[in-house]
C-alpha cells in the first residue's frame, strides 16, 4: 500500500525556535493536511491545503504556523515561534477524491515535536 | 457535525470477536460513517466507511440500522495486535477531502 511519509521522527526545540516538519505525501493524491495530537488527547485538524492553497484551516492554526508544498513532492509545515503547548505529535495526510466507498485519508507516521 | 459517542474502552480475548458501537443521533442524510484505528505514537489508519446496511472488507465489518443513529464495528477473532484506539466518525464522506474530526475513541486491550 502506498505511503505517505514524515521527517523527522523526533523534533527536539527550544521556545521560541522555529520549526519546521517536512511531510512527503503519496505521489497521485490532490488533497494535503496537518493534524496535531497533544499525548493523551483527541486528533486535532490544523490545516488542509489543495492546489496550492490552504482550503481551510482551524482555530488553532494561527499566524504562527504556515504551510507550503515547495516542489512537487514535499508539503512542510512551519511554526514560526515555538510555544511549550506545541509540543504534539503531528501528523500529515493525504488524500485523492473519489466517489469511491473506499475512499479514504492516509495518514503519515507523525513527527514527535517536543518544545523545552 | 453529528456528535458521536463510544465507549472509551473495551477489553478482549485474543480470537474473540469484539464489537464497538457508535451512537450519531443526529447524523445528516449525507453523512457518511467512517472507523478509522490508531496504534500507540502511529496515524490513525482508515478501517471501513459505510452509509447503510452492512459493509465488510479483509479487515472488519461495520453494521448500520435502518435509522443511521448507531453503528457497530465487528472485528472477527482479534489478536494481541489489534490493541489500538478506535474512532467513530460521522461527515461527508473522505472522497470529498473535508477535513477529518475525532472524538476520543474507543481504547481496545486484547489479551491472552
Known amino acids: 500500500e502506498p505511503e505517505v511519509t514524515q521527517t523527522p521522527s523526533h523534533q527536539v526545540t527550544q521556545m521560541g525556535q522555529e520549526v519546521i516538519l517536512r511531510c512527503v505525501p503519496i505521489?497521485?493524491?490532490?488533497?494535503f493536511y496537518w493534524y496535531r495530537q497533544i499525548l493523551g488527547q483527541k486528533v486535532e485538524f490544523l490545516v488542509s491545503?489543495?492546489?496550492?492553497?490552504?482550503?481551510?484551516k482551524s482555530e488553532i492554526f494561527d499566524d504562527q504556523f504556515s504551510v507550503e508544498r515547495p516542489d512537487g513532492s514535499n508539503f512542510t509545515l512551519k511554526i514560526r515561534s515555538t510555544k511549550l503547548e506545541d509540543s504534539a505529535m503531528y501528523f500529515c495526510?493525504?488524500?485523492?477524491?473519489?466517489?469511491?466507498?473506499?475512499?479514504?485519508?492516509?495518514f503519515g507516521p507523525g513527527t514527535r515535536l517536543t518544545v523545552t | 457535525l453529528a456528535k458521536t459517542t463510544q465507549p472509551i474502552s473495551m477489553d478482549s480475548y485474543e480470537g474473540q470477536e469484539v464489537n464497538i458501537t457508535c451512537s450519531h443521533n443526529?447524523?445528516?442524510?449525507?453523512?457518511?460513517i467512517t472507523w478509522y484505528q490508531q496504534f500507540p505514537s502511529q496515524g490513525p489508519r482508515f478501517i471501513i466507511q459505510?452509509?447503510?446496511t452492512k459493509v465488510t472488507n479483509e479487515v472488519a465489518s461495520l453494521f448500520i440500522p435502518a435509522d443511521r443513529k448507531s453503528s457497530t464495528l465487528s472485528l472477527p477473532r482479534v489478536s494481541l495486535s489489534d490493541t489500538a484506539v478506535y474512532y467513530c466518525?460521522?461527515?461527508?464522506?473522505?472522497?470529498?477531502?473535508?477535513?477529518?474530526?475525532f472524538g476520543t475513541g474507543t481504547r481496545l486491550q486484547v489479551t491472552l
Open positions: 495526510a493525504s488524500t485523492i477524491p473519489t466517489s469511491g466507498s473506499d475512499s479514504k485519508q492516509y
Open positions: 505521489s497521485n493524491h490532490l488533497y
Open positions: 491545503f489543495y492546489n496550492n492553497e490552504i482550503s481551510e
Open positions: 443526529n447524523i445528516a442524510t449525507n453523512d457518511y
Open positions: 459505510g452509509y447503510k
Open positions: 466518525l460521522v461527515g461527508p464522506p473522505t472522497g470529498t477531502a473535508s477535513k477529518l474530526t
